[in-house]
């Protein structure tokens, strides 16, 4: 768990909130990633993934169903590895516009890959599937199978208008020494008022503990 844990998170710490962030909060973000010059410290970086729930369609077997599109742009994740069939495949993701999906997807709509999906305005080619996301549960694809596109993209779908429910999320990968855990606590309670978030490895780590410690007790009980 200790040494998987940012595998799991994608991130060194994560900022979510319910809406766009406010200016005050990208510029938290940004003076978190700030280089330092004087402590020969440089600069870390961010990757946004906006989560929403959207109908996809492909036209060629006229298949609908319900699903979870996750725009990410900024080379998510920073730790761990996303597979996908065919291989390599998260690497084109931003260069060829197209998308990536659960497997269940393909099976659900009756469709391959090549074929369009389109997601509200926007179509795109399902360039392949994902096999393996860090942090993700396997609960999570029951809501709906996921659908990856880039950031870019996200406009031209005409999806996120005022009131839309999505989930902003920026993952931050912080400078060689720094530590998350301090940051953290210092801007927990402010970025409350905000109605925003922040987690870090350390939270994750701690509740994969928890919850195989529970699991472990319930088994020898068992």
Do not use: C, H
């Amino acid at each position: 768990v200790a040494e998987q844990a940012r595998a799991l998170l994608g991130a060194d710490l994560t900022i979510t909130s319910r809406q766009k962030f406010s200016p005050r909060v990208e510029a938290l973000i940004d003076s978190l990633i700030a280089p330092d010059s004087t402590k020969g410290r440089p600069a870390g970086r961010r990757a946004l993934v906006v989560t929403f729930a959207a109908m996809g369609f492909v036209p060629r077997t006229s298949g609908v169903r319900l699903v979870q599109v996750r725009a990410t742009e900024g080379g998510f994740p920073f730790y761990g590895e996303i597979t996908t069939d065919p291989a390599d495949r998260w690497r084109d993701l931003g260069s060829e516009d197209g998308a990536l999906v659960d497997p269940a997807l393909l099976t659900g709509l009756g469709a391959r890959v090549g074929d369009s999906l389109s997601i509200g305005n926007g179509r795109f080619r399902i360039l392949g599937t994902v096999l393996n996301v860090p942090g993700d549960v396997g609960a999570a694809s029951a809501f709906g199978p996921r659908v990856f596109i880039p950031a870019g993209s996200l406009d031209r779908t005409g999806l996120l208008q005022f009131g839309s429910r999505a989930e902003y999320a920026a993952f931050l990968r912080l400078a060689p020494g720094v530590p998350a855990q301090p940051i953290r606590e210092k801007y927990r309670q402010p970025l409350r008022t905000e109605r925003v978030g922040i987690r870090t490895v350390e939270d994750d780590r701690s509740d994969l503990t928890d919850t195989l410690s529970r699991l472990g007790n319930y088994l020898g009980l068992v």
